[in-house]
């Protein structure tokens, strides 16, 4: 069976720091890891990663993958209150009628303090 | 707005009573995928359809659990005899299959009580 492991689960840090996100994964049929961000509501996709070393970037949200650790990191440089959220890490599977589906972490709770 | 929408947003009802969720997915999506989550937790998968067609059921889908997609675009999620345990937020998302990638997109959700 699929299964997605985030840590930490939770981190309290304050305004202009650097986090550190990580989420491991064991797929029977990997196509990509993706990143989305939820704050009380519906998640928002922040990344898809399917090549290993190739860091994405958005301002100040970058992400990479590592296939051969089975792993990714989120960075988030500066942080604001307004990244305040739980960040949660998806894999999609590519095998047969399971294509496409995606498996989720339990979910990293960051809490940003002013 | 072209992005997902989902019918109610919030539902209460009393355990026994059978519920209906709707999805409508961004147009031009062939993929729909439905999802629950519980507090604490990230979404698990429930079902999903290509087209109108059903691909997968997850084993969490006990028999009281139903989805459609009869045309292809909008889909309902039904829940016979609700029971406690079935409160949580009902996520669709939706995604375009081809070269380009096959991000899902979700809705804003429906979260369902039973009391």
């Known amino acids: 069976e699929d299964k997605v492991v985030q840590s930490p689960l939770s981190l309290v840090v304050h305004e202009g720091d650097t986090v550190t996100l990580n989420c491991s994964y064991e797929v029977t049929n990997f196509r990509s890891l993706l990143w989305y961000k939820q704050e009380k509501k519906a998640p928002t996709f922040l990344f898809m990663l399917?090549?290993?070393?190739i860091e994405k970037k958005s301002g100040r949200l970058s992400s990479i993958l590592d296939k051969k650790e089975l792993s990714s990191i989120l960075n988030i440089t500066a942080t604001q209150t307004g990244d305040s959220a739980i960040y949660l890490c998806a894999v999609a599977n590519a095998g047969g009628t399971s294509y496409g589906k995606l498996t989720f972490g339990q979910g990293t709770i960051l809490t940003v303090h002013p | 707005d072209t992005g997902v929408s989902q019918d109610p947003r919030h539902k209460i009802t009393k355990r026994g009573q059978n519920v209906t969720f709707r999805c409508d997915p961004i147009s031009e999506h062939n993929r729909l995928y439905w999802y629950r989550q519980t507090l604490g937790q990230g979404p698990e998968f429930l079902t999903y359809f290509q087209n109108e067609a059903q691909l997968e059921k997850s084993r969490l889908l006990s028999d009281r659990f139903s989805a459609e997609r009869p045309k292809g675009s909008f889909s309902t999620l039904e829940i016979q005899r609700t029971e406690q345990g079935d409160s949580a937020m009902y996520l669709c998302a939706s995604s375009l299959v081809g070269l380009t990638g096959d991000t899902q997109y979700f809705g804003p959700g429906t979260r369902l009580t039973v009391l």
């Open positions: 399917t090549s290993s070393g």
